[in-house]
């Protein structure tokens, strides 16, 4: 069963995100909603809601003269308070936002391409420190001539007394979410206001979200769980959030844990790894002066959650006052606005030991912790939308026993894919076998639940999942193979592998056979390919194989097998030439033997 929301009278009238600052504005006008910390420590601005809603009506009456209604405008801005300005200027002009991470300086970025030509976007606000940076190249791409840069400098000027209230209605869209897909073919998903709303009372009730709540979040504003669980969740209950950037969290995690204490914040959020930095890079004297008493709330979502990190980090904080119960483990994604599952306030995490070989083959079956064939799943709460654990080749429902893919019906699923309507059709269209007249959000993740609460054990698709954040394998791929002229094009596979319960990247990929012959500096080719992943996708490499040519396992129709490679590297059964791992020292000391040879 799912959680049903509690929206609370006051509220009733509010059928917009619109309606929702408004109402704020009138209601808890001198009430600060937002605060920045600078380098994540002293305050830098701050906003009441009065400012905010004043804000977004200047912004907005600016949009109405250079957009119509309905256009797509890119939020190229670094994490601040104008970001959420703009946001909600975008909705106030009624507009489609489409919040977006700025690219990097003088380098140009294929994903924000590929997303301004998928929305065709008309416009874009950012910054003049980053119109600067990009001007190296925006002339010669394509997709960028046709939009119009507006900085948050040309949006100084008060122009609030010319706005005029839009004519947006609750099954609008509000925003375009985009998918880490392909570089050339990225997803926007289309978030209704309907959806937003639902999702935040969905997010209040189950942890108790009120106005007296407070929260701290450095997690980006372009990403679904900082934009909803890091900004608006407060502003839906009227409470207030500490907003940091993510780097100042990343520079040093103690920044995170020291605005808790200090603003005696009750909620945050955040992936996995959040937890795992602070144990790992906040040394014992640091932790006694943090007072974590208020804490309420500590959502970790967003990647494969470990119960071995949510053990240390009690261990790690509880002496400062953390307790066990605000830990809320919790699953989500963009095609159902946020939140699908989380744990209850008041309730400690569930761990179960599942056999690992009974897990292979899609069973559940417990076993006792002490078990060498044991593997621990973190339970995500319970279900706040419909959820049904689903055969995804039958489209049967699974039995209590089975593993099957997670799929969801309810308000909070958003409207579909931005100009796609056969993968829309596919995945928030789906209908069981027996009943075709309800439609369902295919999640492409595996998953069961038991005692009614609900298990995520793996994914259907390929996605990487590292920090956070969503990386699809062909992206990083297609950087592999343009890295060096020694790789095969079509011939490399990336994935993600578990360190220290951490998800870390792992890249095999094959070496030309001409090129081969001519003895290609390894030393070279490794660098390259460690190098173009960093650049083009901001991740570290743990590990790189090369291969022998035409061993990369595939599909009888081509298409890279990425389960088997992953399997074939962790069991040391590919046709490895040489390999790199992370603290490796180079050059290499021998290449490796074809690990079948080598036995």
Request: hydrophobic share 40%.
């Amino acid at each position: 069963m799912s959680w049903e929301g509690n929206k609370s009278a006051e509220l009733a009238s509010c059928s917009t995100l619109i309606d929702l600052l408004r109402y704020r504005a009138e209601q808890q006008a001198d009430l600060t909603a937002y605060i920045f910390l600078k380098d994540g420590e002293s305050e830098e601005a701050s906003l009441t809601y009065s400012q905010l809603d004043r804000q977004a009506r200047s912004i907005a009456a600016f949009l109405q003269a250079e957009t119509e209604p309905g256009d797509r405008v890119l939020l190229l801005l670094p994490q601040s308070l104008f970001y959420l300005a703009a946001f909600f200027g975008c909705l106030y002009a009624g507009a489609i936002p489409i919040p977006v991470f700025p690219p990097r300086t003088n380098r140009s970025d294929p994903r924000i391409e590929g997303i301004v030509k998928d929305a065709k976007a008309s416009l874009a606000i950012t910054t003049s420190q980053t119109t600067s940076g990009l001007k190296d190249f925006t002339g010669k791409t394509p997709e960028f001539l046709t939009l119009k840069w507006v900085t948050s400098e040309d949006l100084a000027q008060d122009r609030s007394p010319k706005w005029k209230p839009p004519e947006t209605k609750k099954n609008s869209i509000a925003y375009l979410q985009y998918t880490s897909g392909s570089t050339l073919a990225p997803r926007g998903v289309m978030v209704g206001h309907n959806n937003v709303l639902k999702n935040l009372d969905l997010l209040c009730g189950c942890r108790s979200v009120t106005s007296q709540s407070r929260w701290v979040s450095w997690l980006p504003l372009y990403h679904d769980m900082g934009l909803l669980g890091g900004a608006l969740c407060s502003l839906y209950a009227g409470g207030m959030t500490a907003l940091m950037s993510p780097v100042a969290f990343l520079q040093k995690p103690l920044r995170w844990l020291q605005a808790i204490s200090q603003y005696k914040a009750t909620h945050t959020a955040a992936p996995n790894f959040a937890y795992g930095l602070c144990v790992k890079n906040i040394p014992p004297e640091e932790r006694k002066p943090l007072d974590l008493r208020s804490w309420e709330t500590a959502w970790n979502a967003a990647e494969p959650i470990h119960h071995e990190t949510l053990i240390r980090f009690q261990e790690a904080f509880g002496p400062c006052g953390f307790q066990w119960e605000a830990f809320a483990p919790g699953y989500g994604l963009a095609e159902a606005t946020l939140i699908v599952s989380s744990q209850s306030i008041g309730i400690r995490p569930s761990f179960m030991h599942v056999d690992k070989s009974a897990l292979q083959r899609d069973l559940i079956v417990e076993v006792l912790p002490e078990s060498e064939h044991r593997t621990t799943v973190v339970g995500c709460g319970k279900t706040v939308q419909e959820v049904a654990i689903v055969d995804p080749v039958k489209r049967i429902p699974c039995s209590s026993d089975q593993v099957g893919e997670i799929w969801i019906s309810g308000a909070s699923v958003a409207l579909g894919y931005w100009n796609r309507k056969e993968e829309t059709e596919q995945t928030f269209h789906a209908s069981l076998a027996e009943s075709k007249d309800h439609n369902f959000l295919r999640t492409g993740d595996l998953g069961f639940i038991k005692n009614g609460e609900l298990y995520i054990t793996g994914r259907l698709k390929d996605l990487i999942i590292i920090r956070g954040s969503n990386h699809y394998p062909q992206d990083i791929e297609w950087t592999v193979e343009k890295s060096h002229s020694a790789l095969k094009e079509a011939g490399s596979a990336a994935f993600s592998v578990e360190v220290e319960s951490a998800e870390h990247l792992a890249v095999v990929a094959e070496v030309s056979r001409d090129l081969l012959r001519r003895e290609p500096d390894l030393e070279e080719i490794f660098t390259a390919i460690r190098q173009a992943i960093s650049e083009e996708h901001g991740l570290q490499v743990f590990a790189i194989s090369l291969l022998q040519a035409r061993s990369i396992p595939k599909t009888s129709s081509g298409k890279i097998q990425h389960a088997v490679c992953r399997s074939g590297f962790l069991n040391h059964t590919l046709s490895v030439l040489a390999s790199w791992r992370l603290g490796d020292e180079l050059p290499l000391k021998a290449p490796l033997l074809n690990a079948k040879e080598a036995e």
